[in-house]
């Protein structure tokens, strides 16, 4: 059974860069067929895909958020990170880390969510 | 305004079957495999249907998943209450080089 646990800023000024962590356990963030991906949901909206980490450290972002965004790896911790630059209020959302498994695009583990509000 | 299009809103009686539609494009559903999630209110997603119609170990078979074309199905049979929830299917698309969401349904058990 992984677990993931997001943590991180609830609140972030206009202009500045979100950074979130995802912590993981029962599991290896460096096993070789695994990607560690950041979703996000507005109140009340939908769900948007923000990109993916591979366990080997390649990226792949979604297009409308790529250039603002940058996700790493930190194995000594088994943690991977979101930073998110440039933040406006439409960034204010619940933040979500899941876990899925190449060659799929589905997410089976998902962490219980980080609110995060883009206020000054 | 998503990719992925989906009814704003389904409701059934307990005991009924439903059926949630999702409808996308030829780069998209048509070409890659979809997935379903539920989320019930203040919980994370939950992966319910992967592949167009396989369930994980702890889903119901209550819940089928189905995918002809550029669209794809999620039925939920024996309809409860505790299926009250919004419903979002999901899958790769060519062209973006991402993953889309459609834009929910959310499920209401009269």
């Known amino acids: 059974q992984v677990l993931l646990q997001e943590s991180g800023p609830g609140l972030v000024k206009p202009s500045q860069t979100l950074s979130l962590f995802c912590s993981v356990s029962?599991?290896?963030?460096?096993?070789?067929?695994?990607?560690w991906n950041w979703i996000r949901q507005p109140a009340g909206k939908g769900l948007e895909w923000i990109g993916r980490?591979?366990?080997?450290?390649?990226?792949t972002y979604s297009p409308s958020l790529k250039s603002r965004v940058i996700f790493s790896l930190d194995t000594s911790k088994n943690q991977f990170s979101l930073r998110l630059n440039y933040v406006t209020a439409a960034d204010t959302a619940m933040y979500y880390c899941?876990?899925?498994?190449?060659?799929?695009?589905?997410?089976?583990?998902w962490g219980q969510g980080i609110l995060v509000t883009v206020s000054s | 305004q998503s990719v992925l299009t989906q009814a704003p809103s389904a409701s059934g009686t307990p005991g009924q079957r439903v059926t949630i539609s999702c409808f996308g494009s030829?780069?998209?559903?048509?070409?890659?495999?979809v997935e379903w999630y539920q989320q019930v209110p203040g919980a994370a997603p939950r992966l319910l249907i992967y592949?167009?119609?396989q369930r994980p170990s702890r889903v119901p078979d209550r819940f089928s998943g189905s995918r002809s074309g550029t669209s794809a199905s999620l039925a939920i049979s024996g309809l409860q209450s505790g299926d009250e929830a919004d419903y979002y299917c999901?899958?790769?698309?060519?062209?973006?080089?991402?993953?889309?969401f459609g834009g929910g349904t959310k499920l209401t058990v009269l």
């Open positions: 030829s780069s998209n559903i048509g070409e890659n495999t």
């Open positions: 899941a876990k899925g498994q190449w060659p799929t695009h589905y997410f089976d583990y």
């Open positions: 592949s167009n119609n």
């Open positions: 980490i591979y366990s080997r450290g390649s990226t």
């Open positions: 029962g599991g290896s963030i460096s096993s070789g067929s695994d990607f």
């Open positions: 999901a899958t790769w698309d060519d062209s973006l080089n991402a993953v889309i």
